[in-house]
């Protein structure tokens, strides 16, 4: 059965405290691996896609990796605009299966 | 402006009556879909339409209806609403059903009573 976790459910950091965000998955027959960051009150917006094990894609303070069965979303130095709910989804053929996010909260 | 646009943000209804939720891209987008969002759940995809007249189930389709007649609309249909639909839909549309990220509309909170 296809499967994606996202851990941990929620973390807190201190404005400039690096970490990282887990998406682990279980798919059959992997088209792609998707980072979406969702604010409150509005759809997901894209931010990374991600096809084979090795791939490595940057944007501003963000950072997705790519392994054979994880995915890690490395935040460097966050700030308060960083907080929201992140989410992973995979692609199995033409479905897509969403992990439940990981919410970010970030102090200045 | 490129978007996904649902209709309506807001929708409180009684159970058996019917609904539609509306979803309109103007991005010639070829793959449409929609999810329910539940808290601790995440997303699950409902249904998804590859192109016109293609449409197939997703992972969550019981007591959901779509249709497909136009590239850029694919509504959402409830024929019977339960309290158990009570739930966040989106839609998303993508380039094609490869290789394309998904853009979301902004959602239609649903609760039925």
């Known amino acids: 059965e296809d499967q994606v976790t996202q851990s941990p459910e929620a973390l807190r950091l201190q404005e400039g405290e690096s970490s990282s965000l887990n998406c682990s998955y279980t798919v059959s027959g992997l088209r792609g691996l998707f980072w979406y960051r969702q604010d409150p009150g509005k759809g997901p917006e894209f931010l990374f896609t991600?096809?084979?094990a090795g791939e490595e894609k940057e944007k501003e303070r963000l950072k997705a990796t790519l392994t054979k069965k994880e995915s890690f979303l490395h935040i460097t130095a966050p700030k308060p605009e960083d907080s929201a709910t992140y989410l992973c989804?995979?692609?199995?053929?033409?479905?897509?299966?969403f992990g439940s996010g990981t919410k970010l909260n970030v102090k200045p | 402006e490129a978007q996904v646009t649902q209709n309506p943000r807001y929708l409180i209804t009684v159970t058996g009556k019917k609904l539609t939720v509306t979803c309109s891209q103007n991005?010639?987008?070829?793959?449409m879909s929609w999810y329910r969002q539940d808290p601790g759940l995440g997303l699950r995809q409902i249904y998804y339409?590859?192109?016109?007249?293609?449409?197939d189930k997703g992972d969550v389709p019981e007591g959901y209806k779509v249709s497909r007649k136009e590239k850029r609309n694919f509504p959402l249909i409830l024929e019977s609403p339960s309290p158990n639909q009570t739930s966040l839909y989106f839609c998303?549309?993508?380039?094609?059903?490869?290789?394309?990220?998904?853009?979301f509309g902004n959602g239609t909170r649903l609760t039925v009573t």
């Open positions: 339409s590859m192109n016109v007249e293609v449409t």
């Open positions: 991005m010639n987008h070829e793959y």
């Open positions: 998303a549309s993508s380039f094609r059903s490869w290789d394309s990220p998904l853009h």
């Open positions: 991600l096809y084979s």
């Open positions: 989804a995979v692609q199995d053929f033409n479905k897509f299966y």
